[in-house]
């Protein structure tokens, strides 16, 4: 069995969750056996419907009376337990801070290999061993490597695996599993969430980003993108160089220490587009930079580029939009 670990919010699986199980899907085809997923919350075991037409065809849904919220480590356990139990041959997760995390933990206690921001995973040897490339180095580089275990761990890369639905819809069905969990297991977990401040819609989630960056020249001039930013309804981000300036808050801040963003269109204002920058907007379906520099690294990678001042092309693009709606 191939087991994917499906993250929800509320019943709804996370987008990367979904991208993780396209993968999963490849490799239990692959190795022709069946799919499985596990699920943790108390909304997890009405995931049925949601993930039958992703082709899973068991859904685990973890309960146990001291695992109301996350803990690192008791979800590893968990998944280490159904391994043994199940014999799992291979645990697939979304390359996000938790599906990491959670597969470190059960990695140790397996003493299972792990690969990490997997963009391709290939079948080879009947499933004794994995052909793959992965991100490394922040994305900067591509390894290639080979996956050899009894059980093996992998996570799929954040935009890199497209949604996809089976062929034929499933009808998976839900079975409890009850870990067994010691204190050491709870040591470190969520004691409570609480909701920021920040008005709008999160950088994760925009369908619509506008970026500005050090050439925006300052905070008061954030004001005409945000002015795009909601024509178009979205959502203003910005570069590390204009968060370390004390211009935009962290929150704000896209890249490899900040959000990883994918949404339809990126207009990248004012941007050099450091390799750090381009990791958080790399799944992005287009981006469109504005600059000065036809030479920069972002309008090399851009879909579309605007060689010009962004305080003249931005109002002059607002003004083009508002009077075609």
Known sequence: MILGLVEHESGVPEETSLEALTM???LAAGEETELGAVVFGEEGGALEGELGPYGVEEIYHVTHDRLDGYAPAAWGESITQLVSELGVSTVAAPGTDRGHEVLAHAGAALDAPMATDCIAVDVVDEGETYELRRHRWGGSLVEHARLEGETKLVTAAEHEYPIEEAASTTEPTVSEFTPSLD??????????VETADEEGIPLGEARVVVGGGRGVGGPEDYDKLEELADLLGGTVGASRAAINEGWRPHDDQ???TGAQISPDIYIACGISGAVQHMVGCKGADTILAINTDSEAAIVQKADYAVIGDLHEVVPELTEAIRETT
């Open 254 to 256: 896209i890249g490899l």
């Open 24 to 26: 999963a899907r490849e």
């Open 183 to 192: 204190d050491a297991h709870l040591r470190v977990r969520v004691e409570r």
